[in-house]
């Protein structure tokens, strides 16, 4: 649980009719088959965490990107489900260390040309906890939004990794048929209060669908 989860769920679900997207929150796995799937163009997982679908609602899950749907992952999805393969392949990555709290960090716009950062600067300043990946997502995704070490204000002191070790924050695919777009920024409710944070997201999600 997160303390800015019935923050994400008040904001996603009372979006202006004018965005186009309208919302259905759930907590339930058993809404993951392939009827009730069928109603929708993207499967939003919000500070998900653990291990949150058996194997039937896993197979349609994939099922459902595999036919042209998108995926969108906000913050801890990084860390979901992963004794879940093919999750982590369209996640990009799992998440192997977050830091204990926020910290406050300089973020770099990588792709500002994407309807989800061209609104943002190319620098700012924000707090939020950082994870370090299982893999190098520069491989094969599009890193839209990244940290790196110098970039912890004050310096992060929690030893995880050399000086200079860059972190994505926010990145894209293609992959399986469907779209994958991600951002793990969302720890703090203050976080779902910012303008610039609510256009990130809305425009990943419309990315994604």
Same mark, same amino acid.
């Given at each position: ?8 769920i008040s ?7 004018e965005?186009?997207?309208?919302? *259905?929150a759930? *907590? ?8 009730? !799937?069928?109603?929708f %163009?993207v499967? !939003? ?5 653990? *291990?949150v679908?058996?194997?039937p609602?896993?197979?349609a ?34 998440? @192997? ?8 960090? *300089? ?9 989800? @950062? ?5 620098r ?8 370090r ?14 940290? %790196?070490?110098?970039g912890? !204000? ?11 070790d860059?972190?994505p924050?926010? =990145?894209?695919k ?6 994958? =777009? ?9 976080? =779902?209060k910012?303008?610039?944070f ?12």
């Amino acid at each position: 649980e997160h303390d800015s989860s019935p923050d994400a769920i008040s904001l996603l679900t009372s979006l202006p009719p004018e965005e186009g997207i309208r919302v *259905e929150a759930t *907590e339930d796995p058993s809404a993951f088959n392939d009827e009730n !799937l069928s109603q929708f %163009d993207v499967v !939003l997982w919000v500070n998900a965490d653990g *291990e949150v679908l058996d194997t039937p609602q896993r197979a349609a899950m994939e099922r459902f990107i595999r036919s042209g749907k998108g995926y969108v992952g906000v913050h801890s999805a990084a860390g979901t489900g992963s004794s879940w393969p093919w999750l982590g392949e369209l996640v990009g990555a799992y998440a @192997t260390e977050h830091s204990d709290r926020p910290l406050q960090v *300089e973020i770099t716009t990588e792709t500002p040309n994407h309807p989800s @950062t061209r609104h943002l600067p190319r620098r700012f300043r924000t707090a939020e906890t950082i994870d370090r990946f299982d893999r190098n997502l520069r491989l094969d995704h599009e890193i839209l939004l990244s940290v %790196d070490r110098d970039g912890f !204000l004050p310096r992060d002191r929690d030893g995880a990794g050399p000086p200079g070790d860059e972190r994505p924050i926010s =990145w894209r695919k293609q992959f399986d048929g469907g779209r994958s =777009w991600i951002t793990t920024l969302g720890h703090g409710r203050q976080t =779902w209060k910012s303008p610039q944070f609510v256009r990130h997201l809305v425009e990943g999600i419309r990315w994604a669908g």
